[in-house]
């Protein structure tokens, strides 16, 4: 696996400059563990709130601000994680983690912190394996400490030693919880795998669809292929997952039927091949595909607004889109 992990050394430099450096890594790792970056950004303020709250001296006296940083940054997710595991029982339909996009696809579409540097957190986020769609998923699946002693050793590279301080366990409990949450991994790792076929296979899904060919895009799904979409109760989706190649394509056929006018774009959705769909400029639908055999085995499709900002190029008009009641 892809990580973007460093070194021990690489994390104990001291003073000003280390400490401001530690935003980007912190935004990666508390994504990983939150699967929003909205989320990821309050943990990573909220963790330099704490290190500023410290005095003067206290700081001084801290060897190593970057482990200190992981410390409280860890330990802040595990809390999100456990209350945001009782909001998602309330949340309205499936919840899927925020899609990330490439900002070099998105130009225009971000802006800058004053500096020339990225002012949105997804902007800071390194798009690798541990970030596709497939494995946030599977990550949703495991308990918060699982989540957290899987992605700071599996993920970041760090010691047990160092993840026992922050979950509240001994090195040995965490080996195992690491352990648990591989073979949950385990058990989507095709879904998760890289395909080098995925472009090809997501543009002839995105034809099928433009074409109303039913056909096409049943041969393009897997026979037991499931379609998850995310509307948060502030869009139109179907609250339950949508089984089996017939169903989703006749289900996508419905959609183009009622939002005439909706454009596809092929875009790179947490670092792999995806499809946008906009209309009038404003993005509605942002859709990850897991694949399996050379088949589209699932689709994730996000179309809560609040998880599509950071694909928005301009402000949703109020009742401007059609695909919205889908």
């Known amino acids: 696996?892809?990580?973007?992990?460093?070194?021990?050394?690489?994390?104990?430099?001291?003073?000003?400059?280390?400490?401001?450096?530690?935003?980007?890594?912190?935004?990666?790792?508390?994504?990983?563990?939150?699967?929003?970056?909205?989320?990821?950004?309050?943990?990573?303020?909220?963790?330099?709130?704490?290190?500023?709250?410290?005095?003067?001296?206290?700081?001084?006296?801290?060897?190593?601000?970057?482990?200190?940083?992981?410390?409280?940054?860890?330990?802040?997710?595990?809390?999100?994680?456990?209350?945001?595991?009782?909001?998602?029982?309330?949340?309205?339909?499936?919840?899927?983690?925020?899609?990330l996009p490439d900002r070099a696809q998105w130009t225009d579409g971000h802006a800058t912190d004053g500096s020339g540097g990225p002012a949105d957190p997804a902007d800071l986020i390194t798009l690798d394996e541990s970030v596709n769609m497939a494995f946030l998923v599977v990550l949703e699946t495991m308990t918060p400490a699982e989540r957290v002693a899987f992605v700071?050793?599996?993920?970041?590279?760090?010691?047990?030693?160092?993840?026992?301080?922050?979950?509240?366990?001994?090195?040995?409990?965490?080996?195992?919880?690491?352990?648990?949450?591989?073979?949950?991994?385990?058990?989507?790792?095709?879904?998760?795998?890289?395909?080098?076929?995925?472009?090809?296979?997501?543009?002839?899904?995105?034809?099928a669809w433009e074409a109303k060919d039913i056909k096409s895009l049943v041969g393009l799904l897997d026979p037991d292929a499931t379609m998850t979409a995310d509307g948060g109760g502030l869009a139109g989706a179907v609250l339950r997952p949508v089984e089996g190649s017939e169903r989703i394509a006749q289900y996508l056929i419905h959609i183009a039927d009622k939002a005439p006018g909706l454009t596809l774009l092929e875009r790179t959705v947490?670092?792999?091949?995806?499809?946008?769909?906009?209309?009038?400029g404003v993005t509605v639908t942002v859709a990850a595909f897991g694949l399996a055999d050379g088949r589209i085995a699932h689709i994730w499709a996000v179309r809560n607004p609040e998880k599509l900002r950071p694909w928005t190029e301009r402000g949703r008009a109020d009742g401007a889109d059609p695909a919205a009641r889908v």
């Not at 973007?4 to 790792?29: M, Q, T």
């Not at 591989?182 to 790792?189: H, L, S």
């Open 152 to 207: 700071l050793h599996d993920v970041f590279r760090y010691p047990f030693a160092e993840i026992a301080s922050i979950v509240g366990r001994t090195p040995a409990a965490c080996r195992q919880l690491a352990t648990s949450a591989r073979r949950r991994i385990g058990a989507a790792r095709a879904l998760t795998a890289a395909t080098a076929g995925q472009a090809d296979l997501v543009r002839d899904f995105k034809e």
């Open 1 to 99: 696996m892809s990580t973007v992990s460093e070194s021990v050394e690489d994390r104990s430099e001291p003073g000003a400059g280390a400490v401001v450096a530690e935003r980007r890594r912190l935004i990666n790792l508390a994504y990983r563990l939150l699967g929003s970056p909205a989320e990821a950004e309050d943990a990573v303020q909220e963790t330099y709130a704490r290190w500023y709250a410290l005095s003067e001296p206290q700081r001084e006296a801290i060897a190593s601000p970057g482990a200190w940083f992981t410390t409280v940054a860890g330990r802040i997710c595990l809390d999100v994680l456990g209350s945001a595991r009782l909001r998602r029982e309330r949340y309205v339909g499936a919840w899927i983690p925020e899609p």
């Open 270 to 280: 947490n670092g792999r091949p995806g499809l946008v769909a906009q209309h009038t």
